[in-house]
Structures are given as C-alpha cells and as structure tokens.
C-alpha cells in the first residue's frame, strides 16, 4: 500500500498545517483524524476563515445565544467563540506539541486587523491573548507591516509565540528575521530562556502570482507570457536561501548555542487560484526541512490524492534570483507589488472581521430582543 504523500512530507521535514478551522470539525472528530491519518501538525486560523466558519456553521448558534444573554457585546461575542476553538484545537495538539519538544503542534488567532498600523495596540492584544489562551503551543499572529517589526521584537522577548503574517517580499522577510533575532537577544539579556519560544514567518503565496500574472497580462504576448506563474515560487526559494544564510551566521549561533529555535518559513495562501495551474503547484516545488506548508482542505485532499513528495525547494536558484531582474525590465517590482499586497491583504481581513462583529451585533440584538 502507497504511503500517504502527506505522511512523506514529514519524514522529509516538513510540516503541514491546515489553514482552516471550524468547531464542526474538532467536534466530530475530523481534526483528530487529520492529525492521526495525515500526518496534520497545526492549524492557522484569520478573520475571514471564523467569518465563514461562524456565520455558516449552525454549531454556532446555540453558544452565539447563550452568549448574547450574558449581555456580551460583539467583540466580546467573537473573542469567547474563537478563543474556545482555539483552545479545543491546541489540546487537541499538544501531545504532539509535547512529543516533538516543542516543535509542532501549535495553533494560531490573529490579533484584531484593525490593528496592523499601530505597534502599541498590537503588543497590548497580543500579550493578553496570550494569557488569556493560556497555552505553550498557541501563536499569535501579528502582521509583517512596518508597525508590526516592533511588536514581533518585543512579543519574542516577552516569550509570546509569534506567527509573523502577510509577508510577501524577501526584503520583508529578512527585516522579520531581523526583529525575530533581536526580540532573543532582548530576552537573553534579561537573563530568560529561549527555547519556550516559536515563531514562523508566513510567507503568502497565490496572490504573489495572481497580481504580478495580472500585470503580466497587460503587457501582453512574448517575454511575458513566459513569466506567468513564477513568482511567487521564486520569492520563496529566495526567502529559504536569505533563512539558510542565517543559519550559519554567529549571531544566530550563539543564540542556538542558548536553546533557541530557528523562525521557520511557512508556505502561505497555497490554496491555487487560477485553474490554470495544477492544484499543488504551491507545495511540490517548496518541499524542503524546517519549513512548514499550511494548506486548505481542498488542497490536503489534492495533496494526499496525487502528491508526489521530493526535496525540491533549492531547486532553480539561478532561475529565481533571475526572476526579479526580468519582472523589473518589464516595469514589475516585486517590492512594489509587495507594498500593494500588504494593504490589499490588511483590508481582505478587515473586511469579513466588520462583516462578522455586524453579523453577531443583529443576533445579539434579536436575542435582547
């Protein structure tokens, strides 16, 4: 019998996570068999994920109704939900959480989107969902904006768990490590130990492609046809080369030397948008060790259907490092197309944040009602 592609993932040293989550699915029994029979070893959550689970799961709508009779307001309405199903997931995975030391099984919540621009609040929400979830193998998700720099810096050496999101350029990226090292060396000096502390580094993928693609389009036939779909598997090989570079610095050394735990890069927006493009085409070409890949549910079936598992993330480097400079001949810069995916992606979870504190505020009013 073939083994499972998802299972050969792991033994390659990858980690999948879901980037999904529904309290129908821990509660029937669905999350523990992914964890079980795949191979699962985190889930990620956003706004626009407990948008959708929340307004559509009739799970939900007893708890939304006991809730709104406390008295709760919205906010509050949404933080008791989500946090509850974050929690439930993380116990669900903290025997592999203990099992790996600390290496897998954590889970992720977002503080609020309303909040990318503004470092202090961001620090202050952060730290008491922290406390308020009150697990080891939780991660807080703050936004790789120039306000969120800071944050990650100071959550890492407050001992938070920091999954960095909305990051979409390597340039970015490196300034992310930047802050994930000097938030340990706070926390060394302060005299704290570092290997409680993990962090990945999200790295979005499809909507790379999709707006550099659209541009592409625009210019028409040639040179740029034959670019289509390239960059953001670029960027990321680009990324692991700047993460693998910082590996073997001595900065990073001596705080390994200490117990801490390199940030990891996680695969993304890995859900293929253009039917085009084969369904995996965001994780057969970034398999590589001590890198994760957070998936849809459609594509963990896809992968587990037809993947086909090989370390070929160092793959092509001269072609990505060429890529940027053909993109900039056409008048493309992966900087630039950075810059406008970050707000893009700020206001894609603003959105649905609104659209579900408005949802529940008109349920809590009919029950007041």
Same mark, same amino acid.
């Given at each position: 019998?073939?083994?499972?592609?998802?299972? &050969?993932?792991?033994?390659?040293?990858?980690?999948?996570?879901?980037? =999904?989550?529904?309290?129908?699915?821990?509660?029937? +029994?669905?999350?523990?068999?992914?964890? &079980?029979?795949? +191979?699962?070893?985190?889930?990620?959550?956003?706004?626009?994920?407990?948008?959708?689970?929340?307004?559509?799961?009739? /799970? #939900?709508?007893?708890?939304?109704?006991?809730?709104?009779?406390?008295?709760?307001?919205?906010?509050?309405? =949404?933080?008791?939900?989500?946090?509850?199903?974050?929690?439930?997931?993380?116990?669900?995975?903290?025997?592999?959480? /203990? %099992?790996?030391?600390?290496?897998?099984?954590?889970?992720?919540?977002?503080?609020?989107?309303?909040?990318?621009?503004?470092?202090?609040?961001?620090?202050?929400?952060?730290?008491?969902?922290?406390?308020?979830?009150?697990?080891?193998?939780?991660?807080?998700?703050?936004?790789?904006?120039?306000?969120?720099?800071?944050?990650?810096?100071?959550?890492?050496?407050?001992?938070?768990?920091?999954?960095?999101?909305?990051?979409?350029?390597?340039? &970015?990226?490196? %300034?992310?490590?930047?802050?994930?090292?000097?938030?340990?060396?706070?926390?060394?000096?302060?005299?704290?130990?570092?290997?409680?502390?993990?962090?990945?580094?999200?790295?979005?993928?499809?909507?790379?492609?999709?707006?550099?693609?659209?541009?592409?389009?625009?210019?028409?036939? +040639?040179?740029?046809?034959?670019?289509?779909?390239?960059?953001?598997?670029?960027?990321?090989?680009?990324? =692991?080369?700047? #993460?693998?570079?910082i590996e073997v610095e001595t900065r990073w050394q001596a705080l390994?030397?200490?117990?801490?735990?390199?940030?990891?890069?996680?695969?993304?927006?890995?859900?293929?948008?253009?039917?085009? #493009?084969?369904?995996?085409?965001?994780?057969?070409?970034?398999? +590589?060790?001590?890198?994760?890949?957070?998936?849809?549910?459609?594509?963990?079936?896809? #992968?587990?259907?037809?993947?086909?598992?090989?370390?070929?993330?160092?793959?092509?480097?001269?072609?990505? &490092?060429?890529?940027?400079?053909?993109?900039?001949?056409?008048?493309?810069?992966?900087?630039?197309?950075?810059?406008?995916?970050? /707000?893009?992606?700020?206001?894609?979870?603003? %959105?649905? =944040?609104?659209?579900?504190?408005?949802?529940?505020?008109?349920?809590?009013?009919?029950?007041?009602?």
């Amino acid at each position: 019998m073939a083994v499972n592609p998802l299972l &050969r993932l792991r033994a390659i040293g990858q980690s999948v996570w879901l980037d =999904y989550i529904q309290r129908d699915l821990i509660e029937n +029994g669905g999350l523990e068999r992914l964890i &079980r029979e795949d +191979g699962l070893a985190g889930v990620t959550s956003n706004p626009a994920i407990f948008e959708k689970a929340i307004t559509s799961g009739p /799970e #939900y709508v007893a708890p939304i109704r006991e809730l709104a009779r406390r008295g709760l307001p919205a906010a509050a309405l =949404y933080e008791a939900l989500t946090l509850e199903d974050i929690m439930r997931a993380a116990d669900l995975f903290r025997p592999l959480y /203990e %099992e790996t030391q600390g290496g897998d099984g954590f889970v992720s919540i977002e503080v609020s989107p309303h909040l990318a621009r503004d470092t202090t609040a961001t620090i202050a929400e952060a730290q008491r969902l922290w406390v308020a979830l009150g697990r080891p193998n939780v991660m807080i998700k703050v936004p790789a904006t120039r306000a969120g720099l800071p944050a990650i810096r100071t959550l890492v050496a407050a001992g938070v768990n920091v999954n960095v999101t909305l990051l979409f350029s390597v340039t &970015r990226y490196r %300034e992310v490590a930047e802050a994930y090292l000097t938030g340990l060396e706070d926390r060394a000096r302060a005299g704290a130990p570092l290997g409680c502390v993990a962090s990945v580094a999200s790295f979005f993928l499809s909507r790379i492609d999709t707006l550099v693609d659209e541009r592409l389009d625009q210019l028409g036939a +040639g040179e740029a046809r034959t670019l289509r779909g390239q960059a953001a598997v670029a960027s990321a090989r680009l990324a =692991y080369q700047a #993460y693998k570079g910082i590996e073997v610095e001595t900065r990073w050394q001596a705080l390994a030397r200490q117990g801490a735990r390199t940030q990891r890069l996680l695969w993304a927006s890995t859900g293929t948008k253009d039917p085009a #493009y084969s369904d995996v085409k965001y994780v057969e070409p970034l398999i +590589g060790p001590d890198t994760v890949n957070t998936l849809p549910l459609e594509t963990v079936a896809a #992968y587990r259907d037809h993947g086909n598992p090989a370390r070929r993330l160092e793959d092509g480097i001269e072609a990505a &490092r060429a890529l940027p400079v053909a993109l900039h001949t056409l008048g493309i810069d992966l900087d630039e197309v950075a810059r406008q995916l970050e /707000e893009e992606g700020i206001r894609k979870f603003i %959105e649905p =944040y609104d659209k579900l504190l408005a949802t529940l505020e008109q349920r809590r009013r009919e029950v007041a009602g």
